[in-house]
């Protein structure tokens, strides 16, 4: 069966990865595609490189124009999300690429965001590792007519801390996290911070102090893993590249715990996971390893002088960090298998 998609903000950085993403999957159609400021121009104006899609026109994001799809993709700003959502049909499939439907708790939402609660949907990271250790968050998605896209930051801290965590051989109420962040997480508008002149040779700190928005959806995932409260402090710095996510996450080893055992938590959690793969120990990931898949890499070492593990993972923020984890969770939706459509080894795109 193919199923008829629209994408509503696709003339962005999201909006053109999820269309070169379909664009190898086999069961998806892209039939509309909606922008805001771009209406009227092709998409081949802004995606050059989607030659199968150049000649589609960006129409305007209405319900007229996103009625009659079997799937809708949110590819928008947060909180326009979910005004768009409250147009569409209950047998649709909705995936949001944005953080309307992330959390679960409305106090949460109030305090980083400051808009209107709109609830939450299932969310779409498959490997999360849930209730303590049991289960997988794969499990809740088959079936489901909406989905909340995970944030990239969120889950290459989230895919890098949770077995440890699930497997108590971690402290969950030490954990500091530092991530290198290419300027694509940022979306196309322009920021005076993003151009070259800023950015080239340089790096920055941003949502310094516990306030970057990521933060309770990191330990809302977390505090699943562990069953227990999480505590993180988690800082991202935005660096001179295009795109992808190194994430430097370092906890405390509970005491009388082996390396060994750390290592071996590790992988067992992710021995049959196809996206998310451990390397070998002494090795660690750079974001050129990740870039164009849908691949999370995960390093690990023990500092002993500091009783702590490290714990490093790369992924490329606009495939595994968004666009790849939204066609995951569909193929999961649609009882497809899981790896339809996605690249594990490639070329960047």
């Not at 209730?131 to 990239?152: E, F, H, T, W, Y």
């Not at 995960?298 to 992924?315: Q, T």
Request: glycine share 10%.
């Amino acid at each position: 069966m193919v199923y008829s998609v629209a994408i509503a903000g696709a003339s962005g950085y999201v909006g053109g990865e999820l269309l070169r993403i379909i664009a190898q999957h086999p069961e998806l159609q892209v039939k509309t595609v909606t922008a805001n400021s771009n209406v009227g121009q092709s998409v081949a104006t802004l995606h050059p490189h989607l030659a199968q899609f150049g000649s589609m026109v960006f129409q305007d994001t209405d319900a007229q124009n996103l009625a009659g799809h079997d799937i809708v993709f949110l590819a928008m700003p947060h909180t326009k999300s979910a005004e768009v959502a409250g147009w569409l049909s209950a047998d649709t499939l909705v995936l949001d690429c944005g953080a309307d439907f992330r959390l679960e708790s409305e106090a949460d939402w109030d305090k980083f965001y400051g808009s209107n609660f709109a609830g939450t949907w299932t969310y779409g990271m498959p490997e999360l590792i849930i209730d303590g250790g049991v289960a997988r968050q794969r499990q809740n998605l088959s079936g489901v007519k909406r989905i909340a896209v995970p944030g990239c930051n969120a889950t290459a801290i989230t895919l890098a801390l949770a077995p440890g965590l699930a497997a108590g051989v971690l402290d969950s109420q030490d954990i500091v996290s530092v991530l290198s962040v290419g300027t694509s997480g940022a979306g196309r508008t322009l920021k005076p911070e993003l151009l070259a002149s800023e950015i080239m040779n340089s790096a920055s700190a941003y949502g310094v102090g516990g306030i970057h928005r990521h933060t309770p959806e990191i330990e809302q995932n977390l505090r699943k893993s562990a069953d227990a409260d999480v505590q993180i402090n988690f800082t991202p710095v935005l660096v001179p590249m295009t795109r992808g996510i190194l994430a430097v996450n370092t906890a405390k080893i509970i005491d009388g715990v082996s390396a060994a055992e750390v290592r071996a938590a590790y992988e067992l959690a992710y021995a049959n996971e196809p996206f998310v793969h451990v390397l070998p120990e002494g090795q660690y990931p750079a974001t050129s390893s990740t870039l164009g898949v849908n691949t999370c890499l995960i390093g690990i070492a023990i500092d002993e002088h500091a009783g702590r593990v490290v714990i490093v993972s790369a992924l490329d923020n606009m495939v595994k960090g968004t666009a790849g984890a939204a066609i995951q969770s569909l193929n999961l939706a649609l009882g497809l298998p899981e790896q339809t459509g996605l690249t594990v080894n490639g070329v960047a795109p």
